[in-house]
């Protein structure tokens, strides 16, 4: 593994904010991750990218209270960062020298594979999946597309675009009411409608495609949420289980980040040994089939009166606040959080040295 010279220590670079819907989200995650980290092991190095999508290099954290813990500020730099092509990270001409590079950045511009390639042009390890896994999980239609092909259960949908009007008939033909209306490329449930009627479904789509170029139309299942936490490269492992019992109509983005009594969390899941080791089978296949790395949070419905399991999304940089799933069910698994960061940042080191080994010429 290598180290940067400053006094033994792995430099780990926290790429944080962003331009996405999930800036807040990613500060909050952020402060976490910049509290957990080791420091008699880790140095870090705070960069800061604000909703325009500038990245400051941050002289010191600024951690501010926020619902169910802290957040870290993004501050104007009077030096903007830079990636260059095996330079790596640059402030005003100057390399900043980085071991390793720690994206916690949800949703677009950061968890789509855009962010990634960047860091794979300038030669630089960083945790989490490469820019394939990225970019076809936070596609959702292109992830059932391919769980489908794969022979994993998965609610039926359509996707619309703009012109959709034509695309209603079709909708109302396959499913019934309710139906749940999402971006296909948002997180954090931002821009997701449950609806009852023609006129909200309209309503919903609309409102859907200001967030992304495609919507999708799935029917509500009348099922328990149940989440897994899956960790690793080529072999990876899955968690116990969690399941989330929300108080709104559905796992909302107020439910989720900022209603306190939003959401009750239960960790372990209750689940028969059988279900529960289904959804950790059916989590690491899903996993290594969009091609993921490093770390995913894989969520499922449990319909109630079948038991029937069906994959619903993959998250591959899961929220990592205090209260977030992912941390909390790999800590019920007996994995710290600090031990977690730790083990993320070897697979981090392990994926790269594996892809420096390659030949790209003859």
Same mark, same amino acid.
């Given at each position: 593994?290598?180290?940067?010279?400053?006094?033994?220590?792995?430099?780990?670079?926290?790429?944080?904010?962003?331009?996405?819907?999930?800036?807040?989200?990613?500060?909050? $995650?952020?402060?976490?991750?910049?509290?957990?980290?080791?420091?008699?092991?880790?140095?870090?190095?705070?960069?800061?990218?604000?909703?325009?999508?500038?990245?400051?290099?941050?002289?010191?954290?600024?951690?501010?209270?926020?619902?169910?813990?802290?957040?870290?500020?993004?501050?104007?730099?009077?030096? &903007?960062?830079?990636?260059?092509?095996?330079?790596?990270?640059?402030?005003? $001409?100057?390399?900043? @020298? *980085?071991?390793?590079?720690?994206?916690? %950045? !949800?949703?677009?511009?950061?968890?789509?594979?855009?962010?990634?390639?960047?860091?794979?042009?300038?030669?630089?390890?960083?945790?989490?999946?490469?820019?394939?896994?990225?970019?076809?999980?936070?596609?959702?239609?292109?992830?059932?597309?391919?769980?489908?092909?794969?022979?994993?259960?998965?609610?039926?949908?359509?996707?619309?675009?703009?012109?959709?009007?034509?695309?209603?008939?079709?909708?109302?033909?396959?499913?019934?009411?309710?139906?749940?209306?999402?971006?296909?490329?948002?997180?954090?449930?931002?821009?997701?409608?449950?609806?009852?009627?023609?006129?909200?479904?309209?309503?919903?789509?609309?409102?859907?495609?200001?967030?992304?170029?495609?919507?999708?139309?799935?029917?509500?299942?009348?099922?328990?949420?149940?989440?897994?936490?899956?960790?690793?490269?080529?072999?990876?492992?899955?968690?116990?289980?969690?399941?989330?019992?929300?108080?709104?109509?559905?796992?909302?983005?107020?439910?989720?980040?900022?209603?306190?009594?939003?959401?009750?969390?239960?960790? @372990?899941?209750?689940?028969?040994?059988?279900?529960?080791?289904?959804?950790?089978?059916?989590?690491?296949?899903?996993?290594?089939?969009?091609?993921?790395?490093?770390?995913?949070? *894989?969520?499922?419905?449990?319909?109630?009166?079948? &038991?029937?399991?069906? %994959?619903?999304?993959?998250?591959?940089?899961?929220?990592?606040? &205090?209260?977030? =799933?992912?941390?909390? =069910?790999?800590?019920?698994?007996? %994995?710290?959080?600090?031990?977690?960061?730790?083990?993320?940042?070897? %697979?981090?080191?392990?994926? !790269?040295?594996?892809?420096?080994?390659?030949?790209? &010429?003859?």
């Amino acid at each position: 593994m290598p180290y940067s010279s400053t006094m033994g220590l792995i430099t780990v670079c926290i790429l944080f904010g962003g331009r996405s819907g999930e800036h807040e989200v990613s500060c909050r $995650s952020a402060a976490s991750v910049a509290r957990n980290l080791d420091p008699e092991r880790y140095r870090q190095v705070l960069i800061g990218i604000d909703e325009e999508g500038k990245w400051h290099l941050q002289q010191d954290a600024r951690f501010q209270t926020a619902p169910y813990g802290e957040r870290l500020s993004v501050l104007p730099a009077a030096e &903007n960062v830079s990636l260059e092509p095996a330079v790596g990270l640059v402030a005003a $001409s100057r390399p900043i @020298p *980085v071991d390793v590079v720690f994206p916690v %950045l !949800h949703g677009t511009f950061g968890e789509d594979g855009t962010v990634q390639g960047l860091l794979e042009i300038a030669n630089l390890p960083y945790v989490g999946a490469g820019v394939l896994g990225s970019s076809l999980a936070m596609d959702k239609q292109k992830t059932k597309e391919i769980w489908k092909q794969s022979g994993f259960p998965v609610v039926d949908f359509v996707t619309v675009r703009d012109g959709y009007v034509r695309s209603i008939g079709i909708i109302l033909e396959r499913f019934g009411f309710p139906l749940f209306v999402k971006p296909v490329t948002a997180g954090s449930s931002i821009g997701i409608t449950k609806v009852h009627t023609k006129e909200q479904l309209r309503t919903a789509i609309a409102e859907a495609l200001c967030f992304d170029t495609k919507a999708m139309v799935e029917p509500a299942v009348d099922a328990r949420e149940i989440e897994c936490a899956v960790l690793g490269n080529e072999t990876a492992e899955a968690f116990e289980p969690g399941e989330i019992l929300p108080s709104h109509e559905f796992y909302s983005y107020e439910a989720k980040y900022v209603d306190p009594e939003g959401a009750e969390l239960k960790l @372990p899941a209750e689940l028969p040994d059988n279900l529960s080791e289904e959804i950790r089978r059916l989590a690491v296949a899903a996993f290594q089939a969009v091609e993921c790395s490093g770390m995913a949070r *894989v969520d499922f419905f449990l319909e109630k009166k079948t &038991n029937r399991i069906l %994959l619903n999304e993959i998250n591959t940089i899961p929220g990592f606040t &205090n209260i977030s =799933m992912y941390p909390k =069910m790999c800590e019920a698994s007996g %994995l710290t959080y600090p031990r977690l960061l730790d083990r993320l940042i070897e %697979l981090a080191f392990e994926r !790269h040295g594996r892809r420096g080994a390659l030949r790209y &010429n003859l």
